[in-house]
């Protein structure tokens, strides 16, 4: 298949229109007192503003795009045998919502689905409105940040050995038999932050961070981040170095790294 820049524009000025709904309604109900919040059978948080946002991004999604797929964090996937289908997490970073701290975003993302089954983001949009900044990419466009009005393309940093680098990450659980290993490579880096969610990732889009690790995640946590740190210039893949958004954990880098932290984790590699 020919591949062009402007291949996805349709699909990319769709995402956005998505992301405007769901900024709306979300700050809205941010920091309210009536914020419902309820527990999942995961034991994870849930507001009534996640549930209002991906409901919102469904009728939408019904309206434009009705042949494609739907895999929403909140309600479910209608996926089945789509070659085209869309990954919503209508707020990533419900705790940080929840608590009025604001590093959360909307998480929107397209995917395609080839003959023989290989499936690729091809657009990506974290929507981040109490921070006033947006992140977004398209297949061979680029990525792009857009912080109060005004857009700016963004790439990966040069940083070339871990001792120099920034990593950043959401905590220690997870890690089981990596702990170790990832700890060590923490204590020997310039900078560490718990950052964590879509935060981390994106800045390592813009150059500000070096290396973003998380061991795990769902599918709607990293698809959007997957082709906005790619397009940046950087490498995702998950923490066994198998690349895209599907294998159940993510890592982020500036690509000169991600070979050194990918062996640093898998010491038995």
Not at 40 to 57: F, G, H, L, Q, Y
Not at 85 to 97: A, E, H, R, V
Not at 163 to 176: L, T
Not at 198 to 225: K, Q, R, Y
């Amino acid at each position: 298949m020919v591949m062009n820049s402007e291949q996805y524009a349709e699909d990319l000025a769709l995402a956005h229109l998505l992301a405007n709904i769901a900024d709306s309604i979300a700050l809205e109900r941010y920091q309210a007192l009536d914020l419902v919040i309820t527990t999942k059978p995961d034991n994870s948080p849930v507001t009534d503003a996640d549930r209002a946002v991906e409901t919102a991004i469904r009728q939408a999604l019904a309206t434009h795009r009705p042949d494609d797929g739907l895999l929403g964090e909140e309600f479910g996937s209608d996926i089945t045998g789509a070659q085209r289908y869309w990954i919503i997490d209508p707020i990533d970073g419900t705790k940080n919502f929840m608590r009025g701290v604001p590093t959360w975003a909307c998480l929107i993302a397209l995917v395609e689905v080839a003959d023989d089954g290989t499936q690729e983001v091809v657009v990506g949009i974290a929507s981040a409105p109490a921070l006033s900044r947006r992140w977004f990419a398209s297949a061979h466009s680029g990525a792009f940040v857009t912080f109060n009005g005004a857009t700016k393309k963004i790439s990966v940093s040069r940083v070339a050995s871990l001792v120099d680098a920034s990593i950043a990450y959401s905590d220690f659980i997870g890690f089981g038999d990596r702990l170790e290993p990832f700890q060590n490579m923490l204590a020997q880096a310039w900078r560490t932050r718990g950052m964590g969610d879509f935060w981390s990732h994106v800045l390592v889009a813009e150059g500000a961070v070096d290396v973003a690790i998380e061991p795990t995640l769902a599918i709607w946590d990293m698809a959007a981040l997957d082709i906005i740190v790619r397009e940046a210039g950087g490498t995702f893949t998950n923490l066994s170095g198998k690349s895209g958004p599907f294998g159940g954990s993510g890592v982020s880098t500036n690509g000169i790294l991600h070979n050194a932290v990918i062996n640093g984790i898998n010491p038995a590699n």
